[in-house]
C-alpha cells in the first residue's frame, strides 16, 4: 500500500534524499554537488511510501507570493508507470492549494512533459540543459 506523506522527521528527511541519490545521482548522473543544494533547507518535502520503504519523493518550494516551484520529483526506476507520479504530484498540488498557492511551476526533464501534460501543466519555455539533461518549465494554475 503506497502512502504519501509531508516529511516531518529526520527519518522521512533521510529517506526522501537517499531516494533522491539513488534516482537523479546514481541512476542519471546528476552531481552529487547539483542535486543537494541550499533550497533543500526551506523546501517542503515529500516521500511515498511502499510499506517501509520509500519509493518516490518530491519537494515544494514558494517562490512568490502565490507561486509555487515542484522540484526534484522522483520515483524508483522498477516502479515507474504504476502511476505513483500521480499520487505523489497530487498530494503536492492539494498541500499547495491549502497554502495558499495559486499557481505552480516547474522544470520537467523532457522525456516526463507527456506525463505532466497529463495533469494539466503546459510548456512555458524552449528546450534547456540542467545537469546536462533536457528539460522545460511547464507551469498549471490550480
Avoid at 29 to 58: C, M, Q
Wanted: aromatic share 8%; with cysteine; proline share 4%.
Amino acid at each position: 500500500m503506497y502512502k504519501v506523506k509531508l516529511v516531518e522527521t529526520q527519518q522521512e528527511h533521510d529517506d526522501a534524499f537517499a531516494l533522491r541519490r539513488k534516482v537523479f545521482v546514481e541512476e542519471q548522473g546528476v552531481p552529487l554537488h547539483l542535486e543537494y543544494d541550499e533550497e533543500d533547507a526551506t523546501a517542503t518535502h515529500f516521500i511515498i511510501y511502499d510499506g517501509n520503504e520509500p519509493v518516490g519523493a518530491a519537494r515544494l518550494r514558494t517562490i512568490e507570493d502565490t507561486v509555487g516551484k515542484i522540484e526534484r520529483v522522483c520515483i524508483l526506476q522498477e516502479l515507474r508507470g504504476k502511476h505513483l507520479g500521480v499520487l505523489l504530484m497530487g498530494e503536492v498540488e492539494k498541500y499547495a492549494a491549502s497554502t495558499q498557492m495559486k499557481k505552480l511551476k516547474l522544470h520537467a526533464q523532457s522525456y516526463a512533459i507527456p506525463f505532466y501534460e497529463k495533469l494539466g501543466y503546459v510548456v512555458t519555455s524552449p528546450e534547456f540543459m540542467d545537469a546536462d539533461i533536457p528539460h522545460r518549465a511547464m507551469e498549471k494554475n490550480i
